[in-house]
């Protein structure tokens, strides 16, 4: 004789809970899959502007020189607001005036006839022909006289300008007569010379190759690992032909004095060409020591052909 399971049963009971609870288990599963973070996107830390290995700057360093004139920039007041202008009063259109007519101008009586005519009504070329004559030798005595006077305004001016030698035996000759120095005191921002225009003048160090004018990272280390990929960049030459999607996970010892070694793939990208540019790129590779108490250690990291913020 078989029994049946009914569904009050406690059998039936158990089953059901078990399939409840494994529907809810796989909901928070696909939950917390769905909200994980990606493992493969790295931290961003931005690294101060300005040449040099300073990973821990907080701020990029000011360019100048050290020691320069430091001077402070006052803040621009508030702008004032202006009172709005009143309207102008609207005048009426002026009444169109009518023209008055003018009566014609009464014509000149003939006068005597001029001295370039003779009696007859003939023009007398004879004294036309010497006043183009006498107007034309004046013309050219009122050029050449200006172009002397032009010449000899320039060569007033020449003689107003010393050489170069001249100037310098003047200044020394003036010097040694007031007991002076001819160097001019020089005036110049304090920072450093391989600094940046914004920086600040409190960064004597130098910075850490970056664009960033101000970090508020804390974590030194991360900035250390932060300059090591972005050198890595640098030194990285993409093979041509080859797929922006490629990525390959790299092992690399970071050793105390900064050098790297046993650097491998443990992750291929699918290619070598691809894979070997990387561990080529890690080669050339130059960093600093590491952070103070802190050991050497190997880390592992994946290498894009092309970094997410360039796409």
């Known amino acids: 004789m078989t029994s049946t399971m009914t569904s009050t049963s406690p059998g039936a009971f158990l089953l059901s809970a078990l399939l409840h609870a494994a529907a809810v288990g796989l909901a928070l599963l696909f939950g917390y899959t769905l909200s994980r973070p990606d493992q ?17 700057a907080r701020e990029a360093p000011a360019l100048g020189t050290e020691g320069g004139v430091r001077l402070k920039v006052p ?6 607001s202006l009172p709005e202008p009143e309207p102008a009063p ?19 009586a003939p006068t005597a006839q001029s001295s370039a005519t003779t009696g007859d009504g003939v023009p007398n070329f004879k004294k036309k022909i ?72 409190d960064n004597k160090t130098g910075g850490a190759g970056g664009k960033a004018l101000r970090n508020d990272n804390d974590d030194v280390l991360a900035g250390y690992y932060a300059m090591f990929k972005q050198r890595l960049r640098t030194e990285f030459e993409p093979p041509p032909g080859l797929s922006d999607s490629l990525k390959a996970t790299v092992e690399v010892r970071s050793n105390l004095d900064g050098s790297l070694s046993n650097a ?39 290498f894009t052909m092309r970094e997410r913020d360039e796409r």
């Open 90 to 108: 609207v005048t009426p259109a002026p009444t169109p005036v009518k023209p008055v007519p003018v009566p014609p101008a009464p014509t000149p």
């Open 264 to 302: 491998k793939i443990v992750r291929t990208s699918g290619s070598r060409e691809f894979d070997r540019a990387v561990i080529e790129a890690i080669g050339r590779v130059r960093m600093p020591s590491r952070p103070e108490k802190r050991a050497a250690e190997t880390i592992e990291f994946v």
């Open 130 to 201: 010497q006043w183009e004559i006498v107007r034309g030798d004046a013309k050219a005595k009122l050029q050449l006289r200006r172009e002397r006077e032009a010449e000899a305004k320039r060569l007033a001016e020449e003689k107003k300008w010393l050489t170069k030698e001249e100037f310098d035996r003047a200044q020394k000759s003036r010097v040694a007569t007031k007991g002076g120095s001819t160097k001019a005191p020089q005036i110049d921002a304090e920072g450093i010379a391989k600094g940046v225009v914004g920086g600040s003048p």
């Open 75 to 80: 803040d621009l007041p508030a702008p004032k």
């Open 40 to 56: 493969d996107s790295p931290k961003i830390i931005e690294l101060v502007a300005g040449e040099g290995d300073n990973y821990g």
